[in-house]
T-cell receptor, first 116, second 109 residues
């Protein structure tokens, strides 16, 4: 158990709908990362937050957005869902952020999203 | 651009040694990570290299050559539970990890 929690574990919805995925980082971790993993694809970095502020953006679609709240939990919002958005969505956390520091990222169990 | 290459699949026998290679081309380099991921589960951290050379951790070792853009993960005394995907990831800066597609390792008795 990494200490990172994600809810829900599974989500089944229809095309065109909007969903919210939730992540609680490990106690004390300030950085939260979101990744998407489609079938037979590697982990794709979506977005990173540090202490409530967006720090880095990856290949995140405009239909997707995220935020990190004062209590450090984060939410990833996916809207106008398409079949191709079906994937595992992972959240990870690490203690700090910075170009000169190394911090292992701890991954949550993921949310499996199925769009029908 | 960012590019990380790993073999798609490897097979090995219980008790053997296997080496999983990773080559990378990234815009920056702040370290290379290896993660293990069992099917449908979260990736778990195995190793981190930022300087050239070998890092050993029990049955697992990881090697890095920055000048060649090359790393490998060495798994010794393979066990059935080592059957998993092994993900190579590079931090090009600010911990925004770029992952390879992973190498699926199948360990047979």
């Amino acid at each position: 158990d990494s200490g990172v929690t994600q809810t829900p574990k599974h989500l089944i919805t229809a095309t065109g709908q909007r969903v919210t995925l939730r992540c609680s980082p490990r106690s004390g971790d300030l950085s939260v990362y979101w990744y998407q993993q489609s079938l037979d694809q590697g982990l794709q970095f979506l977005i990173q937050y540090y202490n409530g502020e967006e720090r880095a953006k990856g290949n995140i679609l405009e239909r997707f957005s995220a935020q990190q709240f004062p209590d450090l939990h984060s939410e990833l919002n996916l809207s106008s869902l398409e079949l191709g958005d079906s994937a595992l969505y992972f959240c990870a956390s690490s203690p700090t952020f910075g170009a000169s520091s190394y911090n292992e990222q701890f991954f949550g169990p993921g949310t499996r999203l199925t769009v029908l | 651009g960012q590019n990380i290459d790993q073999p798609t699949e490897m097979t090995a026998t219980e008790g053997a040694i296997v080496q999983i290679n990773c080559t990378y081309q990234t815009s920056g380099f702040n370290g290379l990570f290896w993660y293990q991921q069992h099917a449908g589960e979260a990736p778990t951290f195995l190793s981190y290299n930022v300087l050239d050379g070998l890092e050993e951790k029990g049955r697992f070792s990881s090697f890095l050559s920055r000048s060649k853009g090359y790393s490998y993960l060495l798994l010794k005394e393979l066990q059935m539970k080592d059957s998993a995907s092994y993900l190579c990831a590079v931090d090009p800066g600010f911990q925004k990890l770029v992952f390879g597609t992973g190498t699926r390792l199948l360990v047979s008795p």
